[in-house]
């Protein structure tokens, strides 16, 4: 299974449906949201878990994008082959999102397709 630094971010998707989507701000996380994200960062290895966290707390990357992230990174985790995840929308959105804020996404979608 491909790292997922991004994994980054983010794999309790569930906490998207445990709250109404007119309740989310676009911009920031709630507090339970962030909570849940960082919590899902610290079961990711190494500089994965080190990513995730920087990016759950960086300011420049809104609520939406981390999201995003979170909902690309639990299919990863659930096994969805990285060919099928990386064109969905949840993925280009935090593709997007995270080059936005200056990440590495070269990078970082290099590590995702299984290279070293």
Not at 18 to 30: E, K, N
Not at 86 to 97: D, E, I, Q
């Amino acid at each position: 299974m491909p790292r997922i630094l991004f994994a980054c971010a983010i794999a309790a998707a569930a906490l998207a449906a445990a709250v109404p989507a007119s309740a989310y701000s676009l911009v920031s996380l709630a507090p339970q949201e962030r909570d849940m994200m960082l919590s899902t960062c610290g079961k990711l290895g190494g500089n994965d878990r080190a990513l995730c966290r920087s990016v759950v707390e960086d300011h420049r990357v809104i609520a939406n994008y981390k999201r995003s992230c979170l909902e690309a990174m639990t299919l990863l985790l659930q096994g969805t082959a990285w060919s099928r995840v990386k064109s969905l929308p949840a993925t280009l959105t935090c593709r997007a999102g995270l080059a936005q804020a200056g990440y590495p996404v070269k990078d970082i979608m290099h590590r995702l397709t299984g290279a070293q």
